[in-house]
T-cell receptor
Framework: AQRVTQPEKLLSVFKGAPVELKCNYS??????LFWYVQYSRQRLQLLLR??SRESIKGFTADLNKGETSFHLKKPFAQEEDSAMYYC???????????FGKGTRLSVIA | NAGVTQTPKFQVLKTGQSMTLQCAQD?????MYWYRQDPGMGLRLIYY???????DKGEVPNGYNVSRLNKREFSLRLESAAPSQTSVYFC???????????FGPGTRLTVT
């Protein structure tokens, strides 16, 4: 079965510290992975996708097929990074994304 | 271009009452989705519509029904609300097999 696991419900870091939000997936096919972010009282929005291999707001994520992981990283956390982060998996065809349970990131000043 | 819109933003129901959550999009999405968001449970798919005229159950469909009225609109109905349905409901849309899902602002529903 397809599954996305985010082991941390809550992650607290100090401003300026490195951040790593973990995401592991299980899928037998060729996966496409994404990170979505939800800032306080805002709608979910796409943060980044593994295909583009880009850095958005200082965040990067590398797909590691050997470890079936797609961890989200940022070298220096900012207070405005505080939000709920969801990892999502796209399976083949026109099927819904599979979301993890989310990790709430709290950046402490 | 309004994107994905939802009405109402807030709603309080008594147990047993019914209501319909409305979702509309002007982004030419073929697929539309309803999720509920609960603390510690993340986003769970209730129902989805891969194309106009089709609907399918998601992970947690019990107690809900949906209607894909046309390409733009996808409504979620609670026939007999229960306190367990207290949640934040999000509608989302996606164009075909492209990967980005666009979300609405959410509806915060409380059932007492």
């Amino acid at each position: 079965a397809q599954r996305v696991t985010q082991p941390e419900k809550l992650l607290s870091v100090f401003k300026g510290a490195p951040v790593e939000l973990k995401c592991n997936y299980s899928y037998s096919g060729s996966p496409e992975l994404f990170w979505y972010v939800q800032y306080s009282r805002q709608r979910l929005q796409l943060l980044l996708r593994h295909i583009s291999r880009e850095s958005i707001k200082g965040f990067t994520a590398d797909l590691n097929k050997g470890e079936t992981s797609f961890h989200l990283k940022k070298p220096f956390a900012q207070e405005e990074d505080s939000a709920m982060y969801y990892c999502a998996l796209k399976r083949g065809g026109n099927t819904p994304l599979v979301f993890g349970k989310g990790t709430r990131l709290s950046v402490i000043a | 271009n309004a994107g994905v819109t939802q009405t109402p933003k807030f709603q309080v129901l008594k147990t047993g009452q019914s209501m319909t959550l409305q979702c509309a999009q002007d982004m030419n999405h073929n697929s539309m989705y309803w999720y509920r968001q609960d603390p510690g449970m993340g986003l769970r798919l209730i129902y989805y519509s891969a194309s106009e005229g089709t609907t399918d159950k998601g992970e947690v469909p019990n107690g809900y029904n949906v209607s894909r009225l046309n390409k733009r609109e996808f409504s979620l109905r609670l026939e007999s609300a229960a306190p367990s349905q207290t949640s934040v409901y999000f509608c989302a849309g996606r164009q075909g097999t492209t990967y980005e899902q666009y979300f609405g602002p959410g509806t915060r529903l409380t059932v007492t």
